[in-house]
């Protein structure tokens, strides 16, 4: 015990010595996170917050266009552009605007497509009128023009996914804006013929069943909607616990060098509790590390204008997660602090191995976006292992039981680093 | 009893295309100081290295007080024993105080006992004014007195130190010498390796000469300069029986 707890001081003295590993350790994990989430703030919203701009030619100036430029407008995802400088935008300029990629989208409502909606919705009401006995009052266009269509016009590197979002966008807009004007139709007629109507009748609902949206997560419902927050803290802050590599590594092979661990080898007692030392020593470095960056996720981020960490409902899930990683990163340091001869080899493998494992792991942008083979891969690396852990407890208010085959791979690599590590250490001595 | 006794060791390294030792035998009763002299590359470290268990003879044996050195009594001879090794076996970025307090913890010592233990010994070799200053900025004595005190805290029967005095000034070296006669005086036995044979001839009662991995001479430094009428010091000995050749 005295063994262990002097080794953690011993070794807590080293850091604080080590200005650049300080810095390694908290700085630059800090600023990772915090420029990461910036810069990928932008694409993260992409899927979610962008605004698209629609530009749309108003030819018709009746209800239909009003009704689809409110409509697109109300969605919040569209930004509806009816004007060029001040001038109604006509179809001739969208065309062009469209042909030189400077919109992706157009949207013209041809000339009396209202009226045409307001014939069709007469014809039907006069229709039923008639069969109930009632005399045909509304007004009828003499004959229907079937060629009227409200037109699309889209960039041809418009995605496929868009450009049919928008298509249903319109088919929606269009199938309202003729229920509404039939309905009301149904209502004028009837007011007309009795006049006390016109106080007690029930606006007409459109929508008697309407469409609502539930996530839901393997723990419980879930309420947090993927970030660039949500992502990129949880997903740097593993990176930067790995980077511990680095210092351990270079702690051991200094050790080496500069003859202490000589020292350490002529003092009876089990140089495993030394080593039991260490690893506590940098676990609790990476545990802290790992906290510092979700403090940064809570505090940090809203001050940006970013959203805020959300950290789930388990705790303590949350927290063997940060220990098991510590644990994994540790025993990685303690690998290939033990397989490396000098300091330069160690920092370029390290380093470059978790760059490597990282980005194949899901830190730089989550798995589930790549293709399928590399998600294979990608699954074998620690790193996402951890971040798929603490995803289970962030976004899907994940508990133990849920993080368990994660954490059992993280403690199993682990284990079976620091063993080869132990093996290679003892081999040395004989 | 024997201190030391060493039986036909023989090493030869991992990739290495001769042997290091081949077949070297000593022994030296207990109490006494001696020397391990050689030139370069002779195998002093080696013996030493086998002596402390940190590198395994490929054949031969090693008696320690009596406790054959194999990797079950590896342990207990550790802790009877008390190595200096060449290169500076510290933290270089702890102080002095934290190296030995780290150490001292390590051997099982702790608290205001451990610190007076520490405290006397940073005094005896003249440290006291540097006890908290980090060992990488000390001057290159003041580095080989703190190497020697990490290995002492433990009160070692047997102390073996692989040239302690390389590199040190007159007044360091002194202190240094001072103090190995001195821990002889109180009883325990001292091996010492070193290329200063001057240094050698003053202290050590009993000295061993080695070339090649092997025993050349061993025997009392005023015998062996009398036994050699043409020599007049322990150095013409020692180049009677090692040559002038330069080793690589
Ligand atoms: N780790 C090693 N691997 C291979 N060969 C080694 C190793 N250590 C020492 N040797 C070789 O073993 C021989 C004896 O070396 P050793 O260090 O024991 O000599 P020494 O008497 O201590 O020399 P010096 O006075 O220079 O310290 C030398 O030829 C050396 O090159
Ligand atoms: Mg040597």
Not at chain 1, 302 to 326: C, E, N, R, Y
Not at chain 1, 390 to 408: A, E, H, K, M
Not at chain 2, 74 to 98: D, N, S, W, Y
Request: glycine letters at 8%; a positive charge.
């Amino acid at each position: 015990m005295l063994r262990l707890i002097a080794t953690i001081r011993k070794e807590w003295l080293l850091l604080l010595r080590d200005k650049a590993g300080l810095a390694l350790l908290f700085v630059m994990p800090v600023v990772l996170i915090t420029v990461m989430a910036v810069i990928q703030d932008a694409p993260f919203k992409d899927y979610q917050e962008i605004k698209f701009d629609i530009l749309t030619v108003d030819n018709d100036h009746g209800r239909l266009g009003r009704h689809i430029r409110e409509g697109l407008g109300g969605t919040g995802q569209f930004n509806v552009i009816d004007t060029l400088q001040g001038a109604p935008l006509t179809e001739a300029q969208a065309q062009e605007l469209i042909a030189d990629g400077t919109y992706k989208i157009c949207i013209t409502i041809p000339k009396g497509a209202t009226g045409e909606i307001v014939s069709n919705a007469n014809k039907i009401v006069n229709d039923i009128s008639k069969r109930m006995g009632i005399p045909a009052q509304l007004p009828v266009k003499a004959i229907a023009s079937d060629s009227l269509a409200v037109q699309l016009y889209f960039d041809p590197a418009a995605k496929k996914a868009f450009k049919s979002a928008i298509r249903q966008a319109l088919d929606n807009f269009l199938t309202q804006v003729q229920t509404d004007l039939l309905l009301e139709r149904i209502q004028m007629q009837l007011r007309s013929r009795d006049s006390s109507v016109h106080d007690t009748f029930p606006t007409i609902r459109l929508k008697a069943v309407g469409l609502q949206e539930t996530m839901i997560g393997k723990g419980k419902q879930i309420d947090v909607i993927s970030n660039s927050v949500q992502h990129n803290v949880p997903a740097w802050s593993i990176f930067a616990m790995f980077f511990i590599v680095i210092p351990i590594a270079g702690n051991m092979i200094r050790e080496r060098e500069d003859g202490s661990l000589v020292r350490l080898k002529l003092i009876p007692g089990n140089y495993l509790s030394i080593l039991a030392g260490k690893l506590l020593f940098f676990v609790g470095i990476c545990v802290v590390q790992f906290y510092l960056m979700i403090l940064v996720g809570l505090f940090g981020m809203p001050l940006l204008g970013l959203p805020k960490l959300q950290l789930g409902v388990d705790h303590l899930a949350g927290f063997i997660t940060a220990v098991s990683i510590g644990i994994t990163a540790t025993a990685y340091g303690i690998l290939i602090g033990t397989l490396f001869k000098t300091p330069n080899q160690a920092l370029n493998f390290g380093a470059i191995s978790i760059v490597i494992l990282s980005a194949i792991g899901g830190i730089w942008i989550p798995l589930e976006v790549m293709p399928e083979k590399i998600q294979l891969i990608g699954r074998c690396s620690p790193l996402s292992w951890g971040l798929d852990a603490i995803n289970d407890v962030y976004l899907r208010n994940g508990n133990i039981r849920l993080i368990l085959p994660d954490i059992i791979r993280l403690l199993a690599c682990g284990l079976l680093m620091l063993g080869i590590a132990a093996r290679v250490e003892q081999r040395r001595i004989s | 009893m024997n201190s030391i006794e060493v039986k036909d060791l023989h090493k030869t390294y991992a990739g290495a295309l001769v042997p290091s030792l081949q077949g070297l035998s000593f022994a030296f009763p207990e109490g006494s100081i001696v020397g391990l002299l050689g030139p370069n590359g002779a195998g002093k470290t080696t013996t030493i290295s086998i002596l402390c268990g940190l590198v395994k003879a490929d054949s031969g044996t090693v008696k320690i007080f009596d406790l054959p050195q194999d990797a079950a009594r590896r342990e207990a001879v550790k802790r009877i024993i008390g190595i200096v090794p060449q290169q500076i076996a510290l933290f270089p970025q702890l102080t002095a105080m934290e190296n030995l307090t780290y150490f001292g913890n390590l051997y099982g010592f702790k608290g205001a006992s451990l610190k007076q233990k520490i405290t006397n010994y940073l005094e005896a070799f003249g440290l006291e004014k540097a006890a908290h200053k980090e060992v990488r900025k000390f001057s290159g004595g003041m580095k080989r007195r703190t190497n020697i005190i990490a290995a002492i805290l433990h009160d070692p029967q047997l102390l073996v130190l692989d040239e302690p005095t390389a590199g040190v000034d007159v007044q360091s070296r002194s202190m240094i010498l001072q103090f190995l006669r001195e821990y002889n005086r109180q009883g325990k036995s001292v091996l010492y390796t070193s290329h200063l044979l001057e240094e050698a001839q003053q202290i050590c009662e009993d000295i061993v000469i080695i070339d090649e991995g092997k025993l050349i001479i061993q025997g009392r430094p005023e015998d062996m300069i009398r036994q050699h009428a043409d020599c007049r010091n322990l150095e013409e000995v020692f180049l009677l029986y090692t040559g002038h050749a330069v080793r690589d």
